[in-house]
T-cell receptor, first 114, second 114 residues
């Protein structure tokens, strides 16, 4: 079955280290998104992509980067991890087929920065 | 950009009672409004959505209403059951201008007491 996966599911790292979170979907969706989820803030958009070689900044993009070299993957990189980036990260994808482009979420990655 | 506010942040009801969660949005051009349910430790999952050309939509025990003039929409759950306990998120999207970009509310934690 087609799906969206994230890895790792849990990650502990140290301040200043570079970290990459993987997101892979097999639906052939053009649109992919990265969110972070923190208590009291809901889901906040970090970066998003509408297709290969396309990337865009969301509302909380500082300290994060993404690249889209193929349809299936949108890795999220924390260039120099900070304690403020401790969070649960969700990747999502959707089709480009019209006015109800439902986003489907991955299982999430819990990141702890010490 | 769009701003979505969600109330209440927590809601406790007795099993069998109804629950109502309300969201307001700021961008009158928003035209798609999904609702997601997130169980503890799980990914957000779409439970119902509504387009701006519809005032109400039902799916068994859940329904969503939309008031475009007042720019608010609500989730209604009837005959609540303990398995309805979760965090619920609303979202708004202008699928034309902000193609596929969702703005989420901060979430409502629903507790259904048996």
């Amino acid at each position: 079955d087609a799906e969206i996966t994230q890895s790792p599911r849990h990650k502990i790292t140290e301040t200043g280290r570079q970290v990459t979170l993987a997101c892979h979907q097999t639906w052939n969706h053009n649109n992919m998104f990265w969110y972070r989820q923190d208590l009291g803030h809901g889901l906040r958009l970090i970066h998003y992509s509408y297709g290969v070689q396309d990337t865009n900044k969301g509302e909380v993009s500082d300290g994060y980067s993404v690249s889209r070299s193929n349809t299936e993957d949108l890795p999220l990189t924390l260039e120099s991890a900070a304690s403020s980036q401790t969070s649960v990260y969700f990747c999502a994808s959707s089709e480009s087929r019209g006015p109800t482009d439902t986003q489907y979420f991955g299982p999430g990655t819990r990141l702890t920065v010490l | 950009g769009e701003n979505v506010e969600q109330h209440p942040s927590t809601l406790s009801v007795q099993e069998g009672d109804s629950a109502v969660i309300k969201c307001t949005y700021s961008d009158s051009a928003s035209n798609y409004f999904p609702w997601y349910k997130q169980e503890l430790g799980k990914r957000p999952q779409l439970i119902i959505d509504i387009r701006s050309n519809v005032g109400e939509k039902k799916d068994q025990r859940i329904a969503v209403t939309l008031n475009k003039t007042a720019k608010h929409f609500s989730l209604h759950i009837t005959e609540t059951q303990p398995e309805d306990s979760a965090v619920y998120f609303c979202a708004a999207s202008n699928t034309i201008r902000n193609f596929n970009k969702f703005y989420f509310g901060s979430g409502t934690k629903l507790n259904v007491k048996p």
